[in-house]
């Protein structure tokens, strides 16, 4: 199916009440000519707090040319860019495959870090996925990333999906749990320093659990906590599908066929049904974005939360 149109996704965006969390995916979402105008849209019509854009950095005056579009119109949502970094330069790419990539995820840095001063809502990260290739190496990388200047916030997050299979047979939790208490003291040292809006000190510590909360889970082999995909989170892909993850064997419907109404697909049987299935089955999965969700919107994981937030 051809990819949602301008007008169709307006179409989205005004099915929708205020967003606290929109965030882009891929693929490189650059290569999209028009991700500037579609961030205008939920912009205009629906105010995210949080504005989220993951890049592999490799086209540095597009995205440097599209970001400060986007933050000249958003100024009231947290504009957050988080560039993939693997490893140190041969590590990086050998995993990404393209040589010479590390150099121009690093010229990307150096053109997006020049617009911090001039914009307070942008926020510049990081992102590494650990897998078996990567895990050896974790203690020279997070370094090497708290030394960028500029660079608040270093993500990592535990591959994953059936994508993933192969990253995962070989991943030591000993060693991802070394990284993760690495990671939770750098927060701990700089918690004041770290995020640039509102509420910092509660997303750091929400930051700490969730990291936890997946060693946890992936220890255990179960779900650890509620479950609010599909209730709080949605994914809709670029034909227009609807699905509560990104597990994607649980299609609620697509928009071109319920009037482009986001509310309308989840309130269908068929979305309850799975809905219902999320509560009853056995799943598990360490997505952050879906644990950050689990953590801060339920009441059950409040105290374990408070004590993170006081320690900080």
């Known amino acids: 199916m051809p990819e949602l149109s301008l007008a169709e996704i307006e179409k989205i965006s005004s099915s929708l009440g205020s967003l606290l969390w929109l965030a882009f995916s891929g693929g490189e979402i650059f290569l999209r000519e028009d991700i500037v105008r579609i961030t205008e849209i939920f912009y205009e019509k629906n105010r995210p707090a949080i504005i989220l854009f993951p890049t ?7 995205i440097r040319e599209k970001i400060e579009a986007v933050l ?9 860019v988080k560039l993939s970094l693997e490893g140190p330069e041969e590590l990086h790419d050998s995993i ?8 121009k995820t690093m010229q990307t840095y150096r053109a997006l870090e020049d617009l911090l001063g001039a914009y307070p809502n942008f926020e510049l990260g990081i992102n590494t996925v650990f897998s078996s290739a990567n895990q050896d190496h974790m203690d020279e990388l997070i370094g090497f990333v708290n030394g960028l200047k500029g660079v608040k916030t ?17 991943i030591d939790m000993e060693k991802y749990h070394k990284t993760i208490s690495r990671m939770a003291a750098n927060i701990r040292e700089r918690v004041s320093n770290i995020y640039r809006f509102r509420g910092a000190g509660l997303k750091a510590a929400q930051d700490i659990l969730q990291r936890r909360l997946i060693h946890e889970t992936m220890t255990k082999k179960k779900r650890l906590t509620s479950c609010y995909a599909g209730r709080l989170n949605l994914v809709l892909t670029e034909a227009g599908d609807v699905y509560p993850c990104e597990s994607f064997d649980m299609k609620m419907g697509n928009v071109r066929e319920n009037s482009y109404d986001l509310l309308k697909i989840s309130g269908t049987d068929k979305a309850r049904g799975i809905l219902r299935s999320i ?4 799943c598990f999965c360490t997505h952050e974005c879906y644990l950050m969700t689990n953590i801060l919107f339920n009441p059950l994981m409040y105290p374990a939360l408070l004590k993170e937030y006081v320690q900080l």
């Not at 592999?56 to 597009?62: E, F, K, Q």
């Not at 000249?72 to 957050?80: A, D, E, H, L």
């Not at 990404?96 to 150099?103: A, E």
């Not at 509560?279 to 056995?282: A, H, K, P, V």
């Open 56 to 62: 592999n950095g490799l086209l540095t005056d597009v």
């Open 72 to 80: 000249k119109f958003c100024g009231k949502s947290s504009i957050v």
């Open 96 to 103: 990404r495959g393209k040589k010479g990539s590390f150099q």
């Open 154 to 170: 270093h993500t990592v997050s535990l591959i994953r999906g059936t994508v993933s299979d192969e990253g995962l047979k070989d």
């Open 279 to 282: 509560r009853e089955r056995g």
